[in-house]
């Protein structure tokens, strides 16, 4: 058991349990049909002063059965536009990195409005030098059945070239597989629109990471 | 980015597995595939902060947050305790949001059908920040079990549901709170998610009568734990200069 197995640390990680059906209380209140917070915490990550490409994200989350799962919410922790990460207090610039979606009840829809990410430091490979992540979001999807949440990340098709040489990427040995993680760019009324499915289980299974 | 270190590895065993087929919702939700292990990065290792600014006053008093200003009907309760990381040093400033049903297991939410009924000053939804010293509270009413059709007679035990940022993404979590001698807990498969019977008696608060106010309500100890940061004693390679 997992005392025996990190005897050194002081305490344990308390245990996940799922968010259930009713997280939007608590995640997104109107949503649940209760009045709006002062500082609601939603799915605009970035505000329109932003500098960078404005873009939009949307998608749906789909169980093994191939049905949309209407009840999840997806929470975004990202880059602006030159590869940085805020480190003030959400609220205190227009780009906050951080969003939460929760699908919509008869769609299932979940959707982000933000600006691409640029480039990230990655981690110092053997040599000592910095590799660089591809552009990329970082997500983490909670729901009913959903025992502990599920990370996983979204990377764009237009940037495929970055994509080659990313090393979280390359991690994933099914070569077939790392495509579940490329967010599909379309052009909507001048709008750029990256679609995502998150796959939970089965066909076209989305990769998850244990981070 | 300086000074940014990564996390302990996530110690699995304490968590409840995707594939729990007792809780029949996670038979279709669970990815068949095994998690990819990722060695941590900037993306993992930060994440987003708050500050006293984003917490209305009465955000955490369930009491009165809802309604025409009347009292919630139901068991008076403080619950407390303090955000630590698996090091034990406390984690300032985590967001900590929470949702429940109200005193008869009903939920003020559209899509919750149960008979029992609403209560006209309880909402069920709060949050708060924890302080310097990693402590936090909150003031509700004490949740009642419900129904919820897993087998035909499944009752949730009464709980709180909370979910908490830590420092970082990865530190995320989003758990249940339950109250100590509930009896419904032993029979709940989302409990029983967690093989480890040591790990379920974390997630159970405990009756604090010190810590109550005499002649208003009684008081519940939870302390929570997120993941601990890992020392760098030699190298980082992390933040990748």
Redesign the interface.
């Known amino acids: 058991?997992?005392?025996t197995?990190?005897p050194f640390?002081?305490?344990?990680?308390?245990?996940?349990?799922?968010?259930?059906?009713?997280?939007?209380?608590?995640?997104a209140?109107a949503a649940?049909?209760?009045?709006e917070?002062?500082?609601q915490l939603d799915n605009v990550i970035a505000g329109a002063a932003v500098e960078g490409e404005r873009i939009r994200i949307e998608g749906y989350v789909i169980?093994?059965?191939g049905?949309k799962?209407k009840?999840a919410a997806v929470?975004v922790?990202q880059?602006d536009a030159k590869g940085r990460?805020?480190?003030?207090?959400?609220?205190?610039s227009a780009f906050?990195?951080?969003g939460r979606a929760v699908c919509d009840?008869e769609t299932g829809i979940y959707w982000f409005e933000t600006v691409k990410p640029g480039p990230?430091?990655?981690?110092?490979?053997p040599d000592g030098k910095?590799?660089v992540?591809a552009p990329?979001l970082?997500l983490?999807v909670?729901?009913?059945?959903?025992?502990?949440?599920?990370?996983t990340?979204l990377y764009f098709d237009d940037e495929a070239g970055a994509n080659a040489q990313d090393p979280?990427l390359k991690?994933?040995e099914h070569v077939g597989?790392r495509d579940t993680l490329v967010a599909k760019l379309e052009k909507r009324a001048g709008e750029s629109v990256y679609r995502f499915d998150i796959v939970?289980?089965?066909e076209g299974?989305?990769?998850?990471?244990?981070? | 980015?300086a000074g940014i270190d990564e996390f302990?590895q996530?110690?699995?065993?304490?968590?409840?597995?995707?594939y729990?087929p007792g809780?029949k919702?996670?038979?279709?939700?669970?990815?068949?595939?095994a998690?990819?292990?990722?060695?941590?990065?900037?993306?993992?290792a930060?994440?987003?902060?708050?500050?006293e600014?984003?917490?209305?006053p009465l955000?955490n008093d369930l009491i009165r947050n809802?309604g025409g200003g009347g009292d919630a009907i139901g068991e008076r309760i403080i619950v407390h305790g303090r955000v630590?990381?698996?090091?034990?040093r406390p984690v300032p400033?985590a967001l900590i949001?929470?949702?429940?049903a109200n005193a008869g297991g009903r939920?003020?939410?559209?899509?919750?059908n149960y008979l029992a009924p609403l209560d006209p000053n309880f909402?069920?939804?709060?949050?708060c920040l924890s302080d310097a010293n990693g402590y936090y509270f909150f003031r509700t009413i004490r949740p009642g079990p419900y129904p919820w059709r897993n087998r035909i007679n499944d009752w949730r035990p009464a709980h709180i549901?909370l979910?908490?940022f830590g420092d970082a993404?990865?530190q995320?979590?989003?758990?249940?709170l339950y109250f100590e001698g509930d009896p419904l807990i032993r029979t709940c498969p989302?409990?029983n998610?967690?093989a480890?019977k040591?790990?379920?008696e974390?997630?159970v608060a405990r009756l604090d009568q010190s810590a109550g106010v005499p002649l208003d309500c009684l008081a519940y100890r939870f302390d929570?734990?997120?993941?601990?940061r890992r020392q760098t004693l030699f190298e980082n390679?992390?933040?990748?200069?």
């Open positions: 058991m997992s005392k197995a990190y640390r002081q305490l344990q990680e308390t245990p996940s349990q799922t968010a259930g059906p009713y997280l939007h209380i608590g995640m209140p649940a049909g209760l009045p917070r002062s500082q169980d093994g059965a049905h799962v009840d929470e922790w880059a990460f805020p480190t003030a207090p959400l609220g205190e906050r990195g951080w009840f990230v430091p990655g981690r110092a490979g910095p590799a992540s990329h970082s983490w909670v729901a009913r059945g959903i025992n502990i949440g599920l990370s990340r979280v991690l994933v597989r939970l289980q089965g299974e989305t990769v998850f990471f244990d981070v | 980015m302990y996530r110690d699995r065993d304490v968590h409840p597995a995707a729990a809780y919702t996670s038979v279709t939700r669970s990815p068949r595939f998690l990819i292990s990722l060695a941590q990065s900037l993306s993992e930060t994440g987003p902060l708050f500050g600014d984003a917490i209305a955000d809802y630590l990381d698996e090091n034990a400033n949001e929470v949702w429940q939920y003020r939410h559209v899509r919750d909402g069920g939804c709060g949050r549901h979910s908490i993404f990865c995320r979590l989003i758990t249940q989302i409990v998610a967690i480890d040591d790990a379920v974390r997630l929570i734990v997120l993941r601990g390679k992390l933040q990748g200069a």
